[in-house]
């Protein structure tokens, strides 16, 4: 198990930029796979963006391919998610979740989640 902690959320316009940041508590944080996904009140959890485990893949959702850019720093054992051009339908609450395996777009796939963190874009 791995105890995963989002940070970096907040409200934001129309526009605006944010930084999205996971903490992971393992040492082991460079065999994981990991994915940001994203839950709207009332919509299941969907799928925003992953990393392998050696960051040297990534995959985007096409609804942020262009705006958004994920990265990982495996001495910090830390996930990044750099949101720019933020659109009002990117209000959600945003997770982190890590898997050991090849990079999935289905959040039953990841055996590891945060506990999320608030991101609201006002029109």
């Known amino acids: 198990q791995v105890h995963l902690v989002e940070s970096g959320g907040g409200l934001v316009q129309a526009g605006g930029s944010l930084r999205l940041s996971c903490a992971a508590s393992?040492?082991?944080?460079?065999?994981?796979?990991m994915a940001w996904f994203r839950q709207a009140p009332g919509k299941e959890r969907e799928f925003v963006a992953g990393i392998l485990w050696s960051g040297l893949a990534t995959d985007y959702a096409d609804s942020v391919k262009g705006r958004f850019t994920i990265n990982r720093d495996n001495a910090k054992n830390t996930l990044y998610l750099q949101m720019n051009s933020l659109k009002p339908d990117g209000t959600a609450v945003y997770y982190c979740g890590g898997e050991r395996g090849p990079m999935s777009r289905t959040a039953a796939t990841y055996e590891n989640w945060g506990q999320g963190t608030q991101v609201t874009v006002s029109s």
């Open positions: 393992t040492r082991h944080f460079s065999t994981y796979t």
